[in-house]
């Protein structure tokens, strides 16, 4: 897995464990997503690239429950499901949400 710049900087905030845990998911879940800083926190992040993304927090900590957010036009909170328990679930998780949201274009409209 090779890291972009952007990617690099961010993961340098956090502990060698929490590196550690974060590109294990990240591994897990495919070159579809990248490390990105929102709101002052390292999280994984996906853009279905039409107004929709993903932002997924709590992947660097082997303990912590995930919680995904879905946005769009990076404003507008469509849906949040939080406390999923594991990487399978979060991968099952993010799948149903990319059936929901891969066609949909600007929503709110």
């Known amino acids: 897995m090779k890291l972009t710049r952007v990617e690099r900087e961010a993961i340098k905030r956090l502990t060698l464990t929490r590196k550690k845990n974060l590109l294990e998911v990240l ?6 997503y990248n490390i990105t800083i929102i709101d002052y926190n390292v999280c994984l992040y996906r853009d279905l690239k039409n107004g929709i993304d993903f932002e997924i927090e709590g992947a ?7 919680d995904v957010y879905v ?39």
């Open 27 to 32: 591994d897990q879940l495919g070159d579809e």
């Open 71 to 109: 946005w769009e036009n990076k404003s507008n909170m469509l849906e949040q499901v939080r406390s999923i328990d594991d990487v399978e679930q979060l991968k099952g998780t993010l799948t149903s949400l990319i059936d929901k949201y891969e066609g949909a274009r600007n929503i709110s409209d």
């Open 60 to 66: 660097q900590f082997k303990r912590n429950k995930f």
